[in-house]
Each structure stands twice: as structure tokens, then as C-alpha cells.
């Protein structure tokens, strides 16, 4: 199955529409040719004709060297996705009787998560009645919101599901 994303480029012969306007292999236009006369330039010179803008009035061909370019369409794809990065929803889990030093180390890997460029998905986790008070709750996680409000804001505000509460902040 062929990835529907990549454009199919027609190269020599396989360009069947005639006449094209012909750009030479230095960028000069050679103007309007018939398929068979830029063809034949194209060969004289050792390269190929390859089709540019298919969709143009009339479509657009050049002569190059169609490896080479290739190549170098290959050769930036592949540094445009070393630099692309992926965001990733981390989560960070507390309970609503956490330690003072606990909260720390949590907003801590919380702020790294987000300075990283990363989603944090704030959770927190209640266990048998504690339930019973979500507002203990509620307000460890609008702490953990207040504590990290100069690198992130929220996307989804805190709500219950189950026995968890969860927030969702991403990065400014």
C-alpha cells in the first residue's frame, strides 16, 4: 500500500502531458516545449526531466539530476524529524495527606516534565474515605497548580473520576 502523504513525481517518459513549460538544470527558463524536445535536451545533457508542478497551466518540468535530488529530499526529510518533538502527557500522582517534602519532589518532576516541553497530568488519588472530603483534595491540586503557574497553564481544570482527581497542564 502506498503512503498517501507522499506525492508521486513523474520523471522522463512518464510525463505523458505535452507542451510543458521547460526550466533549465541552471534555473533558466527554456519556455514552452513539447515532451519529446525537452526530452532530448534533458538527455543531451545527461540528466533528467522531471515534472515540478503537475497541477500548473501548463505543468511546470526541470531538467536535473533526479538521484541527486532525491537524495537531497531524503537528506531533509531526515533532519526536519531529528529536529521534531513529540509532546508526551506525563503523569505525576499525589494523595490528598501528602508529606511537605513529597509535594516538593513531585512539583519538582512536575516543572521538569513541563520545562522539557512535555504535558503533566496532575493525579490524585484517593484511598478508602478519603473520598468523603474531595476538597482536601481539590486543594492539593490547585497548590500543585499555584506552585507551577509560571511555566504552565491549565488545559483541563480538576475533576473527579472514580476515586482520582486528575488536571491536565501543558506548557506556555
Request: net charge positive; charged share 35%; no cysteine.
Amino acid at each position: 500500500m502506498q503512503d498517501s502523504t507522499k506525492q508521486r513525481v513523474r520523471v522522463n517518459r512518464q510525463i505523458r502531458i505535452s507542451p510543458i513549460r521547460v526550466i533549465a538544470a541552471d534555473g533558466s527558463q527554456l519556455g514552452i516545449l513539447e515532451v519529446d524536445r525537452a526530452l532530448a535536451i534533458a538527455e543531451e545533457q545527461g540528466l533528467d526531466l522531471v515534472e515540478v508542478a503537475p497541477m500548473a497551466r501548463p505543468p511546470v518540468a526541470r531538467i536535473m539530476d533526479y538521484g541527486k535530488f532525491k537524495f537531497e529530499q531524503a537528506k531533509q526529510a531526515r533532519v526536519a524529524k531529528k529536529k521534531q518533538h513529540v509532546i508526551q502527557l506525563k503523569e505525576v500522582k499525589f494523595r490528598p495527606g501528602i508529606d511537605e517534602h513529597d509535594f516538593e519532589t513531585k512539583t519538582r518532576h512536575a516543572r521538569r516534565f513541563l520545562e522539557e516541553g512535555n504535558k503533566v497530568k496532575v493525579t490524585l488519588m484517593f484511598r478508602g474515605r478519603q473520598i468523603t472530603h474531595p476538597e482536601l483534595g481539590r486543594a492539593v491540586v490547585t497548590r500543585v497548580a499555584t506552585e507551577l503557574a509560571d511555566i504552565s497553564k491549565i488545559e483541563s481544570d480538576a475533576r473527579l473520576e472514580g476515586k482520582a482527581m486528575t488536571m491536565i497542564l501543558t506548557p506556555k
